[in-house]
């Protein structure tokens, strides 16, 4: 069966996001290993799974940086993967996609995501997407997580676990550290269910 892992950056203090969604607290801290490894994460999945924002926001990031002529290595790497995999959205106000690639899936969300994952393909990523995430959680359908923790405190902002019905147990499967103090948190989920 395919694995859904999720990969997502937080600040020390568990939040993915600012108050007003910003993202700048992450930008600095990123390095070159980090893309490596990013890319090394995304080579292994054939798909990638987004809610609408996320989607919105990385349909414009791989769009401008396989136009730039100065796009190299790891960006373009993870750019042309994102590009040419199957992404499927789960939105209930989209009605169309432009970016290729991309089929949008509304309805019963645990029902389609247990349907996809039993399909044969490699992994299954999602990026961001907190609603999506945590809808994920509740349904107990993460298989893995890769929590990027940067060395930031934030004090507000959107956390990324919220409203869980029930605990969430987790098995640490490895660490990467990086030079800007980022650590890569690979976890394993026991599920419940």
């Known amino acids: 069966m395919r694995k859904l892992i999720v990969s997502i950056n937080l600040t020390l203090d568990g939040y993915h ?3 007003d969604g910003e993202l700048d607290w992450h930008i600095s801290s990123w390095t070159r290993e980090m893309g490596d490894a ?11 799974l987004l809610g609408r924002i996320t989607y919105n926001a990385l349909a414009a990031y791989s769009s401008l940086k396989l136009a730039g002529p100065s796009c190299q290595g790891e960006d373009f790497a993870f750019a042309n ?3 040419c995999y199957a992404k499927i959205v789960f939105s209930k106000t989209m009605v169309s996609a432009s970016w290729k690639n991309t089929s ?6 645990q029902a389609q995501i247990a349907r996809l ?30 929590l990027w923790i940067h060395p930031v405190i934030l004090g507000n902002g959107k956390p990324l676990f919220r409203n869980l019905p029930a605990k969430l147990y987790l098995h640490l499967l490895n660490t990467e550290r990086f030079p800007s103090g980022v650590v890569m948190m690979h976890y394993q989920s026991l599920h419940t269910g």
Do not use: W
């Open 17 to 19: 996001a600012g108050p």
């Open 38 to 48: 990013m890319c090394s994460q995304l080579a292994k999945a054939d798909t990638i």
């Open 104 to 109: 949008l899936l509304k309805g019963n969300m």
């Open 81 to 83: 993967m994102m590009d």
């Open 117 to 146: 994952k039993k399909k044969p393909g490699r992994d299954i990523m999602v990026y961001g997407s907190n609603q999506l995430v945590n809808g994920l959680v509740a349904a107990d359908l993460v298989d893995e997580y890769r």
